[in-house]
Every structure is written in structure tokens, then in C-alpha cells.
Antibody
Framework: EVQLVESGGGLVQPGGSLRLSCAASGLTVSYNYMSWVRQAPGKGLEWVSVIQNGGTTYYADSVKGRFTISRDNSRNTVYLQMNNLRPEDTAVYYC?????????????WGQGTLVTVSS | QSVLTQPPSASGTPGQRVTISCSGSSSNIGSNTVNWYQQLPGTAPKFLIYSNNQRPSGVPDRFSASKSGASASLAISGLQSEDEADYYCAAWDDTLNGVLFGGGTKLTVL
């Protein structure tokens, strides 16, 4: 059974940094397309980033240059380093697996971790 | 990042058939496959439809979808109270090099 467990969310001031973690079980992150998708309170889904099995990464324009996706194969964990955070980054962040070759075909989702950017 | 265009709301009575549209452009829906997600209140999204019209195992055949040109649609027949949820379409965009989600459609079962 695939499980994705996010952690690292919390309250941070504007301009601050936070690192989210996604511990995977039932799949090997290095063989998969691992993604982050966020949802602001009361709003829709917004794709954030993907790291493909070969290491290629893509980012939404809204986070490009501020967020970095990475993985630790030995820990089977995916990370999202978030720098220079803004109030509009406040959201529940979901870790997810996209089917290899199809970045938008997301078949497994974590339960999400809440990030609040506020002074 | 722009979004794919969905109606903000839809509704129907039990047993009815409802459809939800998703409009994009040549760089996203027009050239890539569409996927659909269901999000029940307070839960993570659930994988509902892939490759324009395919259902993952476990998804009832009451759910169907189609794509034509740069638009797609999701249909739910035999509407049930447990179908009350938010529904999102998604597709890769070749120009933005990113995944686009629709703004979401809140389905109410009257």
C-alpha cells in the first residue's frame, strides 16, 4: 500500500523559510515522478513542482526561484525547500505521486501539511 | 499560472446526470491528456479519471469523461448524495512547462 506522509508545516513570518518533507512507503521515490500540490484556504488546487525519476524538475511560475524540490533516495523522502515565503503561499501542501511520463496524472496523495505565512 | 476554466458550481437531484466542463487551449488540453480529481470536504483529492476518459480501478462507471479539441467534460450519471464534492480537471501545459488545474467545480446534490 502506498503511503505519503508530509511533515514540516507550520507558522512562518513573511520572508522566512520552511522545509517540507514527504516520507514515502510502498513506492520508491527515485523511480517515480514526485510532486507537490497546494491548496490555499477555501481555494482550488495549484500545482507547485515535480521531480521526475531522472532528476528533472519543473516549477510553477509563482514559486520559481524561491522553492526547490529534491529527494533523498536513502530515506525515500521528497523535500520542498521554501524560501522568501509570502502570505499568498499560505496553503495546505500535498505530496503526491504522478504516473511516470504523465506529470498531471496524480494517483496517490498524502494527507497534506498546513503552511501559514503571517506576521 | 493560469488555470483551466471550469464552472464554479453545478447541481442535480439524486438519479440525475450532470456534466462539468473544462476549457483550455492548444498548449494544454489541446495537446495533452486530461485528468479529473474528486475532493470530498476536508479530504485530499482522489484520482477519478485519467487519459481523458479512463477510470482507475474502483471508480464507479457512473463517472465518465470525454475530450474534444481544447475542451473536456466530466459526466456523472445516477447522481448520489456521496457525489457531493469539488471536481478538478488537470493537464500539462507545453508552454508553461507545468501542470494546470481547473479552478474547481462544487457539485451540490439537491
Amino acid at each position: 500500500e502506498v503511503q505519503l506522509v508530509e511533515s514540516g508545516g507550520g507558522l512562518v513570518q513573511p520572508g522566512g523559510s520552511l522545509r517540507l518533507s514527504c516520507a514515502a512507503s510502498g513506492l520508491t521515490v527515485s523511480y517515480n515522478y514526485m510532486s507537490w500540490v497546494r491548496q490555499a484556504p477555501g481555494k482550488g488546487l495549484e500545482w507547485v513542482s515535480v521531480i521526475q525519476n531522472g532528476g528533472t524538475t519543473y516549477y510553477a511560475d509563482s514559486v520559481k526561484g524561491r522553492f526547490t524540490i529534491s529527494r533523498d533516495n536513502s530515506r525515500n523522502t521528497v523535500y520542498l525547500q521554501m524560501n522568501n515565503l509570502r502570505p499568498e503561499d499560505t496553503a495546505v501542501y500535498y505530496c503526491a505521486r504522478a504516473v511516470q511520463g504523465y506529470n498531471s496524472r496524480i494517483d496517490y496523495w498524502g494527507q497534506g501539511t498546513l503552511v501559514t505565512v503571517s506576521s | 499560472q493560469s488555470v483551466l476554466t471550469q464552472p464554479p458550481s453545478a447541481s442535480g437531484t439524486p438519479g440525475q446526470r450532470v456534466t462539468i466542463s473544462c476549457s483550455g487551449s492548444s498548449s494544454n488540453i489541446g495537446s495533452n491528456t486530461v485528468n479529473w480529481y474528486q475532493q470530498l470536504p476536508g479530504t485530499a483529492p482522489k484520482f477519478l479519471i485519467y487519459s481523458n476518459n479512463q477510470r482507475p480501478s474502483g471508480v464507479p462507471d457512473r463517472f465518465s469523461a470525454s475530450k474534444s479539441g481544447a475542451s473536456a467534460s466530466l459526466a456523472i450519471s445516477g447522481l448520489q448524495s456521496e457525489d457531493e464534492a469539488d471536481y478538478y480537471c488537470a493537464a500539462w501545459d507545453d508552454t508553461l512547462n507545468g501542470v494546470l488545474f481547473g479552478g474547481g467545480t462544487k457539485l451540490t446534490v439537491l
